[in-house]
């Protein structure tokens, strides 16, 4: 079996360049969908591969050719979807017809098999928290379909080469599926360092700049209601209270940009965190009431964290604010608030799900950046604040949304046990 070694390698490096090659066109990501065009190339590149691994087989026994072209349709029916899964199937399937041969049609049922499995289990698949486990049941349930064909059509093959490929073929996936998971957690590690980066940039600037601008401010505070008090001008008494909002608005956004900027100080307790989800949402009721929107508050056990009260507060209010305001005032609408455990042990999920405007793709990888925002009079910088505190808990905040659909936020934080 050692003849065998030389096309398993080739096979596995076909994929594995597969793989890191798309990751470079479009970084793998749990946070964006991929676009048609992204779904097209995902496709392209799998059906590629899958031929390479065609051209070079790990073995020919009469007219049967093995190889691993079976892992490109999977993992792109897994990662990517029916489209990009049909798209590859399809490419491949018309290749090994055009090839020919006595098993034509044997080659080309374990191709569609590899399809059919992937879009069955893709859903899954996805949700499923540990994706190693999972891929290990997609690929089970592949291998049982597949010898049975095998056995019941290819009578000439042996158990040595069954025991090599089929190990070969497991590892082989289980190592993709792995690959794909760090790639992702690589991917999102970058776009947090990036982001964290910018958060720096402004915290700088905003330490250099604001102690510098208050002062004038002040000064300009105390002219305008001096001069307020002493003048019989009506059309000045008229417009001081404007310039007097518009001054405090300045000093607000100074003071948000000090909060981006300071680090936060934390006074740590035991935190619960459904009575900060009541208060929050108490608080907000009579701001949605107005705009005409609901909120729907939904909890699911108890859960603490070790953190700052009023900084989760803050978070917390600033998305459900965001959330309300996102929603056309005139035809209304509802806000969903849901705890839950979170996928991994120890953590708790917050999602937050309104149906508002939504964002595009370009807003939403923009959402939280530096004086980024969708609203006519707003400054991004409660969506900055809500970041830096919720990364500050060493928690996590993704955002999903399509346009005219509405906005998902989702916010996963450590927890504790609560001991007296």
Not at 151 to 160: A, H
Not at 306 to 321: G, P, R, T, V, Y
Request: with cysteine; net charge neutral; aromatic share 12%.
């Amino acid at each position: 079996m050692l003849y065998l070694i030389k096309p398993l390698i080739v096979n596995i490096t076909i994929i594995f360049s597969l793989l890191f090659n798309v990751n470079l066109f479009f970084p793998f990501s749990k946070r964006k969908p991929l676009t048609f065009r992204q779904m097209t190339i995902f496709g392209l590149f799998s059906s590629f591969s899958a031929m390479l691994c065609m051209l070079y087989p790990i073995e020919t026994l009469e007219d049967t050719h093995f190889d691993f072209r079976m892992i490109p349709i999977l993992i792109v029916t897994l990662y990517g979807g029916w489209y990009p899964g049909v798209l590859c199937a399809s490419i491949v399937v018309s290749l090994r017809f055009f090839i020919g041969g006595e098993y034509v049609y044997v080659g080309i049922a374990v191709s569609v098999l590899a399809l059919v499995v992937g879009l069955l289990l893709r859903s899954v698949f996805l949700r499923s928290a540990n994706k190693i486990l999972y891929g290990m049941i997609v690929i089970s349930f592949y291998y049982l379909v597949y010898i049975f064909i095998l056995y019941s059509t290819v009578s000439f093959l042996n158990l040595n080469f069954y025991i090599v490929y089929f190990l070969s073929f497991g590892i082989t996936f289980i190592a993709l599926v792995y690959t794909v998971e760090r790639l992702i957690i690589a991917n999102q590690q970058f776009d947090e360092t990036l982001y964290l980066d910018k958060l720096s940039t402004v915290g700088q600037m905003a330490a250099a700049f604001a102690h510098e601008i208050r002062n004038p401010i002040t000064t300009v505070r105390g002219f305008i209601q001096f001069i307020n008090s002493n003048t019989k001008d009506e059309s000045l008494k008229q417009f001081a209270p404007l310039i007097l909002d518009e001054l405090d608005r300045t000093n607000k956004i100074i003071t948000n940009y000090l909060t981006v900027a300071k680090p936060t100080d934390f006074t740590l307790s035991y935190v619960d965190i459904n009575k900060v989800l009541k208060d929050s949402v108490e608080l907000l009721r009579p701001f949605g009431s107005y705009r005409n929107v609901s909120i729907d508050l939904e909890l699911a056990g108890e859960h603490y964290i070790f953190s700052d009260e009023q900084h989760l507060k803050q978070a917390i209010m600033n998305i459900i604010k965001n959330g309300i305001e996102a929603i056309d005032e005139e035809q209304g609408g509802l806000l969903k608030i849901k705890k839950m455990p979170g996928e991994n042990r120890g953590t708790v999920q917050l999602t937050f799900i309104d149906n508002g405007i939504g964002m595009s793709e370009d807003q939403l990888a923009k959402i939280g950046l530096p004086y980024y925002t969708t609203k006519s009079r707003g400054t991004g910088l409660g969506s900055m604040i809500t970041n830096r505190l919720i990364h500050e808990m060493k928690g996590k905040i993704q955002y999903e949304s399509k346009e005219h659909i509405g906005t998902r936020v989702s916010v996963t934080l450590p927890t504790v046990r609560k001991t007296t």
